[in-house]
C-alpha cells in the first residue's frame, strides 16, 4: 500500500525484474517490508507456481546453516535420523528467499557462493550433487558495500547477489503514504 514516488519506484523496479530469472536483492531498514516485497516478486514472475522457501540467515545458528541450506544425509550426524532436503531443494522452480543475508559468516557465505555459480548443492554428508534451479532473492539491512570494506562480506557473493538491487525506503522518507496505510489497516 502506497502513492509515494519512493514507494511507486520500488514498485516499478520489482515488475521490471519479476519475468527475468535475475537475483534481486532488497535493502533497507528492518521493518520496511523487504519479505513483503520478495513474496510480492514471487507472485508476480513465471515461478508463481512453484514454492517460496523463506531464511532468516540471522535466526540459523552458525553450526546448522549448511544443513538448513543444503540438507542433511541420514546418519551425517548422530541426530541424523533421515534425510532431509535443505532450503535450496525446497525451494526447487521456485523463489529462495535469504533475509539478513548480511548475518552470514565468511566460511557459510563462501558455501552459498558455490552453490549460486554452480546451481547444485550436495547435502551434509553426502556424495552427489543435486541439481537446483532456483530464483535467490535476498535481503540486508546493512550496507553490504561497507561490509566488503571491512572484510565481513565477501565481494564476490556481494556481486552475484547485487544483480538487481532494490532499495525500500522507510515509512519516514514518505509521508504520503501514511494516510493510504492508516486507511487499509482500518477496519
Known amino acids: 500500500v502506497g ?21 534481486v536483492l532488497f535493502t533497507g531498514e528492518s521493518g520496511v517490508g523487504k519479505e513483503m516485497f520478495a513474496r510480492m516478486l514471487h507472485r508476480i514472475s513465471p515461478r508463481q507456481g512453484q514454492p517460496f522457501v523463506a531464511l532468516n540467515c540471522a535466526a540459523i545458528p552458525e553450526t546448522l546453516v549448511e544443513s538448513e541450506l543444503f540438507g542433511v544425509e541420514r546418519g551425517a550426524y548422530t541426530w541424523a535420523a533421515q534425510s532431509r532436503a535443505g532450503r535450496f531443494e525446497r525451494a526447487h522452480g521456485g523463489t529462495l528467499f535469504l533475509d539478513e543475508i548480511g548475518t552470514l559468516s565468511l566460511v557459510a557465505q563462501g558455501k552459498l557462493l558455490r552453490a549460486l555459480q554452480e546451481g547444485e548443492v550436495e547435502r551434509v554428508g553426502g556424495t552427489r550433487t543435486i ?6 532473492v535476498a535481503a540486508t539491512n546493512v550496507d553490504l558495500r561497507e561490509a566488503v570494506r571491512a572484510g565481513t562480506f565477501r565481494d564476490d557473493l556481494y556481486y552475484r547477489l547485487n544483480v538487481f538491487p532494490i532499495h525500500l525506503p522507510p515509512l519516514r522518507e514518505r509521508p504520503d503514504d501514511i494516510p493510504l496505510l492508516a486507511k487499509a489497516f482500518t477496519f
Open 3 to 23: 502513492a509515494s514516488s519512493a514507494f511507486n519506484a520500488a514498485c516499478h523496479l520489482l515488475r521490471r525484474v519479476a519475468p527475468t530469472s535475475a537475483t
Open 131 to 136: 541439481a537446483v534451479d532456483v530464483r535467490v
